[in-house]
């Protein structure tokens, strides 16, 4: 697989998806309709999924299905394909407007947590990173309020009663605000200890030094690709500019070795340094 660098277009990393070199794969996703019945493919994988279920209404995610008619269904026949274990529930990004307030994620938590207990075993919430370019170019649709750390672990106390009360372990993604006094936990949406029980055996990953200091991710390689989802999200930061994501999109071709286009004039491709980090060797401790 070759992947385009964000930062450089034309420096392309040739990607290898061994199932002796990948140890597994983490899917991020709103709705993985179109992969249900190509999860066979990945029969050879350990994978889990990072599905983000969020209630906010098409003024601010135009483009995604019906939640309570198509993405809960969807989501609870993931979880009865792949296990509760294996799918997690994302409740973010979280921020707060005149119409988004505080109540209504309250009720809206309650009523979609209910809505998939047993069908997952954890949730991880965040909050909105207002420095975001697409953020920005979006605040007059977003209509944010002020939405600081105490009202923040408020909400916060609110939402972990909920999901404590239905057998939901709760965590925060990259949160600085230490909210282990109600039963939340920090967030590794690159799990290790997860990757490990999938894999029956131990992990030899380090913490992700590129990423934010209180991100808990283990090492990865990002094979995703911005500015091609057509969900138009107004909070997302992965579409960050105003070109339309649907012409990336409509630009993929499953016979290229990328997610979108071909390779150009120009392109420089480099084969990535790789290997797995099982280990098979019993430990003394």
Request: aromatic share 10%; hydrophobic share 35%; with cysteine.
């Amino acid at each position: 697989m070759f992947v385009r660098n964000p930062a450089n277009s034309h420096q392309i990393s040739k990607i290898s998806l061994s199932p002796d070199i990948a140890d597994g794969f983490v899917f991020w996703t709103k709705n993985p309709s179109p992969m249900l019945d190509k999860l066979h493919l990945l029969k050879d994988y350990a994978y889990y999924f990072q599905f983000t279920l969020t209630p906010y209404g098409r003024d601010i995610e135009p483009a995604l299905p019906s939640k309570s008619s198509e993405i809960i269904p969807t989501f609870r026949r993931l979880s009865a394909i792949v296990g509760p274990e294996r799918v997690i529930w994302r409740y973010d990004p979280i921020f707060l407007s005149p119409k988004y307030t505080a109540d209504y994620h309250v009720m809206a938590f309650e009523k979609i947590a209910e809505s998939l207990q047993g069908y997952t075993k954890k949730c991880i919430i965040s909050f909105l990173d207002k420095d975001y370019r697409n953020v920005k170019r979006n605040s007059g649709i977003l209509n944010l309020l002020p939405f600081g750390e105490a009202e923040q672990a408020d909400l916060s106390k609110s939402l972990a009663e909920i999901a404590h009360g239905l057998g939901l372990q709760i965590d925060t993604c990259s949160e600085k605000n230490d909210l282990t006094r109600y039963g939340i936990g920090h967030a590794c949406c690159i799990d290790a200890g997860l990757f490990e029980s999938l894999l029956g055996c131990r992990l030899s990953a380090e913490k992700d030094k590129s990423q934010r200091p209180d991100c808990g991710c283990v090492s990865s390689i990002d094979i995703g690709m911005y500015n091609t989802c057509i969900c138009g999200c107004k909070y997302c930061y992965a579409n960050y500019i105003a070109k339309p994501a649907d012409e990336v999109f409509t630009a993929h071709n499953v016979l290229s070795p990328l997610l979108s286009g071909e390779l150009r004039d120009g392109d420089t491709v480099k084969e990535r340094k790789m290997h797995s980090c099982r280990e098979y060797q019993l430990r003394l401790c």
